[in-house]
């Protein structure tokens, strides 16, 4: 038979002393006074907790088992809007919450989250939706490849770590916000001075990566299919390379290697291709991407690769296996999306910058909004300090002894 606990509890009230019932809303809170407070916690009843209301949505949406729902523990007010607690039941999982995310969302009339530790289930209500305009602005993040690529729900910033998630992929249809995405990325990198090359292949005749050409991290810039097969090929090398160097060293991967005496550090080299659906129809390109891509794991080579073209065959299987990292811009449909991050959702975004990010968990993000005047405008003093490196390098050729340079610890094969 079916238990009510505010039934059970008001009667017990009754027959301990004095009790005050209020009902309301979504359930009926019980508060209790002298001996029927007293008695109810002598019988181990949490009044507060019996107050439910929760009860009925959960019934509503099937969150229960024998008739029992997840028992209602807390609710915290924090910055974002405010956190409910909740105890799971034996038999149920996180995914029972997740697969009723959206009717909670619209029952709440707000997004939510849905986390998990030990046998509690938390869900953040947030109160304030994800800003639409999120001005860009650099933050120096710890990892040598990490940036901050916009901001989550609750207005925290969300970073990526480039060398953890290995390569990235960005698709979304025209107009989602691919460029600009890709253009803070960028800047973010340069802006980060870590020890970092670029290569920047861009096949709109160099239109969207103009702007970082002349900056002085910019190893190699391609602007045509057969400039961007040389650069691929090279990597693919440099790829083979480093590994025969860390097989010799006994190390497994940069970061390894890197710390060891007497040898000449490695630098992390990042290839970013716009829409590299366009190497697609030449020979040879598309796989030199998909070889990279699997090959390239560890030992500081990776791979930004951006398409407005979700098309299964462009973002094949061998490509995905490899990329686990996708961020999903705005789709036309949730065909397009299931094949961007295998699951609807993607469609449903408004455009302009607002992703999900998929890397394990789905995280809806929105990124910064960097105009190309602004990137030029921060990224400037980059391009004299390119100049004076090959100013200083032309010198330098023209020396006949080098020692007393390498003596000053210069290095003189940095064709950066
Ligand atoms: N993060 C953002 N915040 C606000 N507006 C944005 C953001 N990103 C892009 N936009 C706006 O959305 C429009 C499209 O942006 P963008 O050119 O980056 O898209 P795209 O996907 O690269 O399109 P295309 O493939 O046609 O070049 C522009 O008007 C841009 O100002």
């Given at each position: 038979m079916k238990k009510n606990n505010e039934v059970e509890l008001f009667g017990l009230c009754l027959v301990l002393g004095i009790g005050t019932v209020v009902a309301g809303g979504d359930g009926v809170q019980v508060l209790g006074y002298g001996l029927s407070t007293l008695g109810a916690s002598m019988l181990g009843f949490s009044l507060i907790n019996n107050a439910n209301p929760y009860n009925n949505l959960f019934r509503a949406l099937k969150l229960e088992i024998n008739d029992r729902v997840p028992k209602f523990l807390e609710r915290k007010e924090t910055n974002y809007g405010y956190c409910l607690t909740f105890r799971l039941l034996a038999g149920m999982s996180t995914d029972d919450f997740e697969k009723k995310k959206l009717a909670i969302e619209q029952?709440?009339?707000?997004?939510?989250?849905?986390?998990?530790?030990?046998?509690?289930?938390?869900?953040?209500?947030?109160?304030?939706?994800?800003?639409?305009?999120?001005?860009?602005?650099?933050?120096?993040?710890?990892?040598?490849?990490?940036?901050?690529?916009?901001?989550?729900?609750?207005?925290?910033?969300?970073?990526?770590?480039?060398?953890?998630?290995?390569?990235?992929?960005?698709?979304?249809?025209?107009?989602?916000?691919?460029?600009?995405?890709?253009?803070?990325?960028?800047?973010?990198?340069?802006?980060?001075?870590?020890?970092?090359?670029?290569?920047?292949?861009?096949?709109?005749?160099?239109?969207?990566?103009?702007?970082?050409?002349?900056?002085?991290?910019?190893?190699?810039f391609s602007r045509n299919i057969d400039e961007a097969e040389v650069v691929l090929e090279n990597l693919i090398e440099e790829v083979n390379k480093r590994y025969d160097l860390f097989f010799e060293n006994d190390v497994v991967d940069i970061r390894e290697y890197n710390k060891l005496k007497n040898i000449k550090k490695l630098d992390y080299q990042i290839c970013i291709i716009d829409e590299f659906a366009d190497l697609q129809n030449e020979k040879g390109s598309i796989s030199s991407v998909e070889v990279l891509a699997a090959k390239a794991r560890a030992c500081g080579v990776h791979l930004i690769i951006s398409t407005q073209r979700p098309d299964s065959k462009i973002l094949n299987g061998r490509i995905k296996a490899n990329i686990p990292c996708v961020i999903g811009l705005k789709t036309m449909n949730s065909l397009n999306s299931r094949i961007i991050i295998d699951e609807d959702g993607l469609e449903k975004l408004r455009g302009r910058g607002h992703g999900l990010l998929r890397y394990g968990n789905l995280t809806e993000f929105q990124s910064m909004f960097l105009e190309v005047v602004k990137a030029r405008e921060l990224i400037k003093h980059t391009y004299i300090e390119k100049e004076i490196k090959r100013e200083v390098k032309e010198e330098i050729g023209k020396l006949d002894n080098l020692d007393f340079i390498k003596d000053l610890g210069v290095d003189i094969d940095d064709s950066n």
């Open positions: 029952h709440l009339n707000r997004k939510i989250e849905i986390t998990y530790n030990n046998w509690r289930i938390f869900i953040k209500v947030y109160e304030k939706q994800l800003e639409e305009l999120i001005p860009y602005e650099f933050s120096k993040c710890k990892g040598i490849l990490e940036f901050n690529i916009g901001k989550v729900l609750g207005d925290k910033t969300l970073n990526l770590d480039l060398e953890k998630a290995v390569h990235l992929l960005i698709a979304g249809e025209t107009g989602s916000g691919k460029s600009t995405l890709v253009r803070s990325i960028i800047t973010n990198i340069v802006l980060s001075r870590r020890k970092v090359s670029l290569h920047l292949i861009d096949l709109k005749n160099g239109a969207e990566f103009n702007l970082f050409r002349k900056s002085n991290i910019v190893k190699t």
